[in-house]
């Protein structure tokens, strides 16, 4: 089974609404991290957040970790038409030296 | 500069033939990754190297064999093409072994269509 789920599986949004995806894992993590991936192109790194941080920004977005229900999201404040992407979270498993990566959320952003 | 490519970036063929796709990444990292992600987007790890050492064996058939010469290439080898494996590949990098305190870079994609 999977280690990291994302959820909704799509979200359709109107540009400049801010937009929130979810991961759920289900064992202990060293850490999480985002990914976004533009139609046809390989994954670019977002964010990392490391098991002893609760939140994390880097400019629009924002990442929060809730290690005690296992799960994370990403919001994007202010959405704009180049974010339209899918979004992965990738969990980072004790000594398992890989990262698992969800399905990922498909984000539509519609101008 | 590009920081990983992968060639060739689509690649047709027919069942049974042999193939390789390789990678090469200029950023000094110490570990690279093949990945591959199915039709749903669910991205899986293969296997993963640190300094040419073969770490990470994710259960993948025998027909795939990586190679890795020196640590700036990665090269993956698929004997006997099937149905199956029709998928994008990705090749990555990242410093440390796992990425875990660092983010994976990644290369492209090869598209591969097994006919």
């Known amino acids: 089974s999977q280690q990291g789920e994302e959820d909704p599986q799509a979200l359709s949004i109107q540009e400049g609404e801010n937009a929130t995806m979810n991961c759920s894992y289900k064992?202990?993590?060293?850490?999480l991290q985002w990914y976004r991936q533009n139609s046809g192109r390989g994954l670019v790194h977002l964010i990392l957040i490391r098991s002893n941080e609760r939140e994390k920004h880097s400019g629009r977005l924002r990442v929060t970790l809730d290690t005690s229900k296992k799960s994370s999201s990403l919001l994007i404040t202010a959405s704009r038409a180049a974010d339209t992407a899918s979004y992965f979270c990738?969990?980072?498993?004790?000594?398992?030296?890989?990262?698992?990566f969800g399905q990922g959320t498909r984000l539509t952003i519609n101008p | 500069d590009t920081a990983v490519s992968q060639t060739p970036k689509y690649l047709v063929t027919q069942m049974g033939n042999d193939k390789s796709i390789k990678c090469e990444q200029n950023?000094?990292?110490?570990?690279m990754y093949w990945y591959k992600q199915d039709s749903k987007k669910f991205l899986k790890i293969m296997f993963s190297y640190n300094n040419k050492e073969l770490i990470i064996n994710e259960t993948v058939p025998n027909r795939f064999s990586p190679k890795s010469p020196d640590k700036a290439h990665l090269n993956l080898h698929i004997n006997s093409l099937e149905l199956g494996d029709s998928a994008v590949y990705f090749c990555?990098?990242?410093?440390?072994?796992?990425?875990?305190?660092?983010?994976?870079?990644f290369g492209p994609g090869t598209r591969l269509t097994v006919l």
């Open positions: 990738a969990t980072d498993l004790v000594r398992a030296q890989k990262l698992v």
């Open positions: 064992t202990s993590i060293n850490n």
């Open positions: 990555a990098s990242s410093q440390d072994v796992g990425g875990l305190n660092n983010e994976q870079f």
């Open positions: 950023l000094g990292h110490d570990t």
